[in-house]
T-cell receptor, first 112, second 115 residues
Framework: GENVEQHPSTLSVQEGDSAVIKCTYS??????FPWYKQELGKGPQLIID?????GEKKDQRIAVTLNKTAKHFSLHITETQPEDSAVYFC???????????FGKGTKLSVKP | NAGVMQNPRHLVRRRGQEARLRCSPM?????VYWYRQLPEEGLKFMVY????????ESGMPKERFSAEFPKEGPSILRIQQVVRGDSAAYFC?????????????FGPGTRLLVL
């Protein structure tokens, strides 16, 4: 079945710097790749997603890129702010199945 | 439009008791997913339901765990005879339609602690 690997597990950046989180997936049939932000004690919040027919998507300071050939996708956060500090999860969905396969998460710390 | 609602937010049970977790999907959503999250880990899929139907329960333990999504009312995840290893955060997500590409919206979760 599908497997999603996420790196790094922790990331610390200075306020204003950029942060990049990378994920790889194993099943070439995966066609949907969301990113979630989870703050302490809360549920995951969708921040951006990308579908397999698109190579890049941007929403203000957040962008996601997808390389289908290499089977990896990345989250880019520019001009980081302390409120960006949270755990970020990537996920992949295979074909017509409903469930998402999640990476293990990246704990992002943005230092003021 | 209210988001996905889950209750209770926190649940404490002693070993051997039953735990019932409830999930009300977003208005207009007819698909519900349950995931479990252990500390410091990602979310693991448990079960996918539509109204009155279990679509995929491949991630759910065969014993003690059951789920339903009745025609009326919330989806229920039921854990019988809880053990300490069941302690985790349980998240529900909902989506408006099924197909090749859909977005899942998560609730705040129920944190289960088994003493």
């Amino acid at each position: 079945g599908e497997n999603v690997e996420q790196h790094p597990s922790t990331l610390s950046v200075q306020e204003g710097d950029s942060a990049v989180i990378k994920c790889t997936y194993s099943d070439s049939a995966s066609n949907y790749f969301p990113w979630y932000k989870q703050e302490l004690g809360k549920g995951p919040q969708l921040i951006i997603d990308i579908r397999s027919n698109v190579g890049e998507k941007k929403d203000q300071r957040i962008a996601v890129t997808l390389n289908k050939t290499a089977k990896h996708f990345s989250l880019h956060i520019t001009e980081t702010q302390p409120e960006d500090s949270a755990v970020y999860f990537c996920a992949a969905r295979v074909g017509s199945q409903g469930n998402l396969i999640f990476g293990k998460g990246t704990k992002l710390s943005v230092k003021p | 439009n209210a988001g996905v609602m889950q209750n209770p937010r926190h649940l404490v049970r002693r070993r051997g008791q039953e735990a019932r977790l409830r999930c009300s999907p977003m208005k207009g959503h007819s698909h519900v997913y349950w995931y479990r999250q252990l500390p410091e880990e990602g979310l693991k899929f448990m079960v996918y339901l539509q109204k009155e139907n279990i679509i995929d329960e491949s991630g759910m333990p065969k014993e003690r765990f059951s789920a339903e999504f009745p025609k009326e009312g919330p989806s229920i995840l039921r854990i019988q005879q809880v053990v300490r290893g069941d302690s985790a955060a349980y998240f529900c997500a909902s989506s408006p339609w099924t197909g090749n590409q859909e977005t899942q919206y998560f609730g705040p979760g129920t944190r289960l602690l088994v003493l």
